[in-house]
């Protein structure tokens, strides 16, 4: 606050009102103020901040910009402004203030400080090198010239490849310098000079040289984990093997279990020698009397890390010279004895049987099964008959069963599943059961019978069976999983949205998950709710926005200068979410299809920001791909899709979705604003008629070689047509107007625009009513929400057209017969339309409420094979 008392008598009710969030009185108390001292700005920044807090942002920076030209130097009035224009993510303003503050006082240390944070919120590693150095002129302190090395080794990172680098060589200067005089004091320090070193190409020796010379000893660097990781690291890529062994057998007899550093001991092995020379090679000797005395060191509480690390040895020399695959089959077969009753025992060993003959593989799971039945009396017994399980179906024991032996391997996992459910009566409630990984298979089961049979029914089983599970394990987010894509693909959005907010997804999970309710969340027709699950998944990118920065302030204020480059890539990788695009392009889908008429749709379009909706082709590869595939359980055969792969109803939207959606709005904006066709329009309609050309994926394939669906390359295929006809008329307008002595015939163009949307209006057609037996899936919601957003489009376009005859041609009479042309076309829509809302009210009395009470319970139910669901 003020250090002036009168001023400070004056603001103190001001502070109190905001304090307890009473923003209008806030704004009242500045108002009056200001009515007695109008140019007191600290009062007009306090009303700013007061303004944001309500909501009010336009207000507030209006009041920001009103104060900046008045170039400020009070720090408590610079501090309100930056709290308000950090929210609204204008960070230039506040570099201008600080800086400007900052030159006018220049032996202000914090105002320099601030004017530095501020270039660091922005990442410009420039301008903080010029300020941090300056920092360092005027007031001596060691830590500004690390800000000066950190802002100028950053700027080395970001060197485009092939273009010299005389960063990292100042800054490597410069940090000698530091050390030199003995100001390199701390680990971070340290670390930062060994970021500078191996940032360049062949320095490993000397970076090596600093971590074992006086300032590594100085700084305890060996006590740092990630730095002794390192150390080994470089020990091995300077080729010091006997140094490199002896530093990583000392870690792992204090720890067995660090699977980083056995990696690295067999790195010290298997580098020196040549394959050839392996067999008879005193290493390998070596390493076997190694890791057989750190197995027998494991007696009581066993360890994994040395029986894997066996393990990895063996697989290893079996990988190079290929004679010893029996040792590696007993080996699996004493882990799994040891560690089978462990949830991670699937995932230690799958990498090794997946390496296995298809033979051997078989065998493994022969043995175990006859030295392990089905008794499973206690808690360890059911995990170790689960993880047998895994391995059977991972090995593809459990492929090509006709329905019959699925239904009784389903029969058999749920009847394992209700005997394990006694052994967990006590559990608590955030706890899984313990036999939930059978109810999980049993669904996978469901869904192969699915796409081996194209019938629902196993889709509806399945939900019916994990919905009973998830009664008893509320907080299972792998049953969530995959019940969440059984709904989409039963076309049961809303059940979707649903399990999916019981989640509980927070913070950067947002980017990664939410795909699994988003993708293609305008094909349900929820428009309102598949907003706002999108909007909830945009919180993330906004957070980012705000939070991010800031972080990496507190980087530079506590000079922790490793998480500095984690801080910076982490903001990069959200930033440049490839799902942040594909979600943004599906919301303004959204939002045009809730406009309720074609006036507002176009009103809607002529307002839309196109700043963000980039389609050139290094913006696309430069989008990030942070979307977790692999957070679902799958015990697939690698020969296999996975359980991800197989339950999305379509291929996974990519780069040329987001273009195909990125393409759309900005032809229509152009057609809104009746503008001319020009460049950017050609190279639109270019891009759309390219990709109306392309080949559908089938959602079975895996990889998908195209994300687009038929009914997506439809939609295409419909806009291109229609597109030229805008352009068409568009240019016979221009002529007619023009002192042109060719003018163009309206007649010829009305010839020409009919046959143009004529076979859009071809293409618009669909092929016979839609039906169901009681199920809706996914496809069909598909067809029709396609079918309803093409027609949405069409009006839009005939609009314009319309618009542009009647604002453009002088001589309007001449045009009446393109009117026809197009009112006529608008007719055809408009039947596109009636034929939904026939298919609609067709669907709606094959599964409303009195048939699924009577014909389809029945089916389901009374004609099941499935003891679950014929059970109370």
Not at 179 to 198: A, S
Not at 373 to 397: H, P, W, Y
Request: glycine share 2%; charged share 25%.
């Amino acid at each position: 606050m003020a250090s002036n008392p009168d001023l400070e008598k004056k603001l103190r009710p001001i502070y109190d009102a905001m304090e307890v969030g009473n923003y209008k009185e806030g704004v009242q108390l500045c108002n009056k103020a200001l009515k007695r001292q109008p140019d007191l700005h600290i009062v007009k920044a306090l009303k700013a901040l007061a303004f944001e807090r309500s909501g009010k942002m336009n207000e507030a920076l209006a009041l920001c910009e009103e104060i900046q030209w008045a170039k400020p130097t009070d720090e408590t009035t610079l501090r309100t402004l930056s709290m308000v224009l950090r929210s609204a993510g204008k960070y230039e303003p506040m570099i201008k203030l600080y800086e400007n503050a900052s030159k006018v006082n220049p032996k202000n240390e914090n105002l320099a400080t601030q004017w530095f944070m501020s270039l660091a919120r922005t990442l410009d590693f420039k301008g903080q090198q010029q300020v941090a150095l300056q920092l360092h002129k005027n007031f001596k302190r060691d830590n500004y010239m690390f800000w000066a090395i950190m802002s100028i080794t950053l700027q080395g990172q970001n060197v485009p490849d092939g273009q010299p680098n005389v960063f990292y060589s100042l800054a490597e200067r410069m940090m000698a310098k530091q050390n030199t005089e003995g100001k390199v004091q701390t680990i971070e320090e340290l670390q930062l000079y060994l970021i500078i070193l191996l940032g360049q190409k062949d320095r490993h020796a000397d970076a090596l040289a600093l971590l074992e010379g006086e300032i590594g000893i100085k700084t305890k660097a060996t006590e740092n984990v990630e730095l002794r990781h390192l150390r080994i690291e470089l020990l091995i890529k300077t080729g010091r093997w006997k140094d490199a062994r002896d530093a990583t057998t000392l870690i792992l007899k204090e720890n067995s279990d660090d699977w980083r550093t056995i990696l690295q001991y067999f790195e010290t092995i298997f580098l020196p020698i040549q394959d050839a020379d392996l067999k008879d090679s005193e290493n390998l000797k070596e390493a076997r009397a190694f890791t057989a005395v750190q197995v027998n060191n494991e007696t009581k509480n066993p360890k994994r890390g040395p029986f894997l690390a066996q393990i990895e040895l063996e697989h290893r020399v079996q990988e190079k010279i290929g004679d010893n695959k029996t040792t590696v089959l007993e080996l699996l077969v004493a882990y799994f004895e040891k560690f089978g009753s462990k949830t991670c025992c699937f995932e230690d060993l799958s990498n090794y049987i997946s390496k296995l003959d298809k033979e051997d593989a078989k065998e493994f799971c022969k043995r175990l099964r006859e030295t392990y039945n089905e008794k499973s009396d206690t808690v360890k017994e059911i995990s170790m008959q689960i993880n047998l399980a895994r391995f059977e179906r991972f090995i593809g024991n459990f492929s090509h069963l006709n329905s019959t032996e699925t239904n009784a391997l389903v029969n058999r996992f749920w009847k394992l599943y209700e005997e394990a459910l006694p052994l967990g009566k006590d559990l608590e409630e955030t706890e899984r059961q313990y036999g939930d990984d059978y109810a999980i298979m049993a669904a996978h089961l469901f869904i192969d019978l699915h796409k081996e049979t194209k019938s629902y029914f196993p889709l509806l089983n399945a939900t019916f069976m994990l919905e009973h599970a998830l009664s008893a394990s509320k907080h299972n987010y792998q049953m969530k999983l995959v019940l969440i894509r059984v709904y989409e693909l039963l076309g049961a959005y809303n059940c979707a949205i649903g399990v999916y907010n019981t989640m509980a997804i927070k913070n950067v999970q947002h980017d990664t998950m939410s795909h699994f309710i988003t993708d293609r969340a305008t094909t349900f027709g929820l428009f309102n709710e598949a907003l706002n699950q999108l909007y909830s998944a945009h919180e993330i990118y906004h957070s980012n926005e705000a939070e991010t920065p800031e972080m990496i302030l507190q980087a530079y204020k506590y000079s922790t200068f490793s998480k500095m480059q984690e801080f910076i890539e982490f903001q990069s990788r959200l930033e440049n979410s490839l799902q942040k695009m594909i979600s943004d392009r599906e919301m303004i889908r959204l939002e045009f299809l809730k406009e309720d008429s074609v006036s507002r749709a176009i009103t809607w379009l002529q307002e839309l920001e196109t700043g963000n909706l980039k389609y050139e082709e290094q913006f696309s590869k430069s989008r990030i791909d942070n979307r977790d595939t692999s957070v679902m359980l799958n015990w697939n055969p690698q020969s296999s899709s996975s359980v991800e792969v197989l339950t999305r109803a379509a291929p996974q939207p990519d780069r040329v979705w987001m273009t195909l959606f990125t393409v759309i709005p900005r032809i229509l904006k152009h057609m809104a604003h009746l503008t001319p066709v020009d460049a950017e329009y050609e190279k639109l309609l270019s891009i759309l008629s390219t990709l109306a050309t392309s080949a559908p994926s089938s959602p079975d394939s895996a990889p998908a070689v195209n994300e687009l669906t038929t009914e997506e390359i439809k939609l295409a295929k419909i806009l291109v047509p229609v597109t030229k006809a805008f352009q068409i008329l568009y240019t016979a307008i221009t002529a007619q107007n023009s002192n042109s002595p060719t003018k163009e015939e309206p007649a010829k163009t009305a010839t020409a625009i009919k046959d143009l949307l004529t076979s859009a209006a071809t293409l618009l057609k669909r092929e016979g009513a839609i039906k169901s037996t009681g199920v809706i899936p996914w496809h069909i919601f598909h067809s029709l929400t396609t079918t309803v957003e093409m027609v949405a489009y069409l009006n839009v376009t005939n609009q314009c057209l319309l618009n542009l005859v009647a604002t453009k041609a002088n001589k309007k009479a001449t045009f009446k017969s393109v009117n026809a042309v197009i009112q006529d076309f608008m007719a055809q829509c408009r039947q596109a339309l009636q034929a939904v809302q026939t298919d609609v009210t067709a669907l709606r009395n094959v599964v409303k409420p009195d048939r699924i009470k009577s014909g389809l319970l029945y089916e389901i139910c009374d004609g099941s094979a499935f003891d679950f669901v014929r059970s109370p």
